[in-house]
């Protein structure tokens, strides 16, 4: 694949570019077509762009550096949207056949944040079918490749848009983590990921899975670039009453690595991890020691039952905020039923596809009466003590060092046939939106040419150290 100079810039360097008007934001708004016209036909990240307004807003960015307006970070700069999230202009398919010709009526608030700035939005982004799946195999369109090897995944359910920030057909993207979609592809894509705090983002306008897991982040292909994006997008919104005003972070002497504590839980390295993948990762954390971090063994005892809970709770929500797709009120619709129930029956068999109805089951079977004390009780129950065991480690440390993933990107079709070993390539990152702490996921090396993701978790609304963590590493590694 031939590279591009416009594949390559962050937000950063496109906006100084821009600034010093040595390039137009038209300019590289068709670059990054190019490269989309050029790749996507084999990648598949895309399930649409539209050009048209990409330019009319590039026109805009650049009439407004023209006129010598100061203009923020992303004015002008490319970005591209996980296909669940609300864009006026779009239809919003959340990679189902049950939503293909749905046009959006409103923007998302991230994407309305987003737009207030001059952002310049690309297209959508394919994923797995409402979010649900680690690899984009799921997308009733068709999968995305990863960018690094073909025969791959790029991970899931984020996975178009992962792959997108890693080829260069977008700048930055957003998307959506529910038990690990942002963090799980930008680990097998090797680009930056971040889960914010549940709260510290509206959810508005995202098509919801699980209502109390779900959270928009950033991928960017820097730390930096992913804080700027992620200061754009965050805070209280009237219409998610979930969201919160991240607090002025409280002005720390200048952050230094001698003063960082972090934790790393030994149950996260036990069994199933490739011994490639945990050596990259080790020697991430004993880099960091040798700069002057405290390494603390810890333990999150509650994490074996991690994703049980998981697969007990996202389920049951994901069976109450399915409900509305019956062919009435939106999307496709079988209108040949003999009657109301037959019409739901047969719009939903045909437009959903298996991952998605299993859930659907499952989640139903969980809620039902006699099965939810046992079942749905007892995991909100864990679901308390995975949230203390989190509780109780940050007194200790400021943040926790994990893998993001036990292995590299897995082949295309390896674990479409078993569910459960789909299920457990989430094994590393479904803790952090049970507990509703932030994460992110960066790279910290390869293995037979594979990026590996680097996870570090932070307390409550304490991205700010993660951050600055995230970037003392990350210069760390480009300057060894
Ligand atoms: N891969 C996980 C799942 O299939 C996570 C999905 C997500 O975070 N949206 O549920």
């Known amino acids: 694949m031939g590279e591009k100079e416009t594949q390559r810039l962050t937000i950063i360097e496109a906006h100084e570019k821009l600034r010093k008007k040595e390039i137009s934001s038209r300019e590289l708004t068709e670059g990054i077509f190019d490269t989309i ?29 023209g006129n010598g307006e100061e203009v923020g970070m992303l004015a002008g700069i490319p970005v591209a949207i996980k296909d669940n999230m609300l864009a006026l202009g779009y239809t919003c398919t959340a990679g189902s056949k049950i939503l293909e010709n749905y046009a959006a ?47 791959r995944v790029p991970g899931g359910s984020s996975g178009g848009s992962a792959a997108a920030v890693a080829a260069g057909e977008c700048i930055y993207a957003l998307g959506s983590d529910t038990g690990g979609s942002i963090r799980q592809p930008a680990s097998f894509c090797g680009v930056v990921g971040l889960k914010p705090t549940y709260g510290a983002v509206s959810r508005y306008g995202l098509i919801a899975m699980a209502s109390s897991l779900d959270q928009i982040g950033p991928f960017a292909k820097t730390v930096e670039d992913v804080e700027i994006i992620f200061d754009v997008i965050k805070g209280k919104d009237l219409l998610d009453s979930t969201s919160v005003e991240l607090e002025a972070q409280n002005q720390k002497p200048k ?18 991890i490739d011994p490639a993948v945990e050596k990259l990762v080790r020697k991430a954390i004993s880099d960091l020691e040798k700069e002057g971090a405290h ?63 299993r859930r659907v089951v499952l989640g139903t079977y969980v ?18 003590l995975i949230k203390n065991d989190f509780e109780k480690a940050f007194e200790r440390v400021d943040v926790i060092i994990t ?72 210069n760390l590694k480009n300057n060894a």
């Open 255 to 272: 952050f230094q690595i001698k003063d960082i504590r972090i934790g790393v839980p030994k149950e996260y390295f036990i069994g199933g």
């Open 37 to 65: 016209s050029q790749q996507d036909k084999e990648l598949f990240c895309y399930i649409s762009v539209d050009r048209e307004s990409a330019l009319a807003a590039a026109r805009a960015a650049d009439e407004r550096i």
């Open 295 to 357: 390494i603390e063994e810890i333990s999150l005892p509650h994490t074996k039952y991690a994703l049980s809970v998981y697969y007990l709770i996202m389920p049951s929500e994901v069976s109450a905020n399915l409900a509305r797709y019956d062919g009435i009120k939106y999307g496709l619709s079988e209108s040949e039923g003999n009657n109301l129930l037959d019409v739901y029956m047969k719009t939903r068999q045909k437009g959903l596809g298996d991952e998605v109805r």
């Open 105 to 151: 009526p409103y923007d998302a608030t991230v994407v309305r944040r987003l737009k207030e700035q001059g952002a310049v939005i690309l297209g959508k982004t394919n994923l797995d079918e409402f979010a649900m799946g680690s690899s984009t195999e799921n997308s009733a369109y068709g999968p995305t490749k990863n960018p690094h090897d073909t025969e």
């Open 367 to 384: 809620l039902s009466a006699g099965y939810y004390d046992a079942y749905y009780l007892q995991a909100q129950k864990v679901r308390t």
């Open 403 to 474: 893998p993001t993933t036990s292995t590299t990107a897995f082949r295309l079709g390896e674990k479409t046939q078993d569910p459960l070993s789909m299920y457990l390539s989430d094994i590393f990152t479904v803790s952090a939106p049970i507990a509703g702490i932030p994460a992110l996921s960066m790279p910290c090396g390869e293995v037979h040419g594979m990026p590996v993701g680097l996870q570090i978790m932070g307390k409550w609304f304490d991205e700010k150290t993660i951050f600055q963590v995230a970037s003392f590493y990350e």
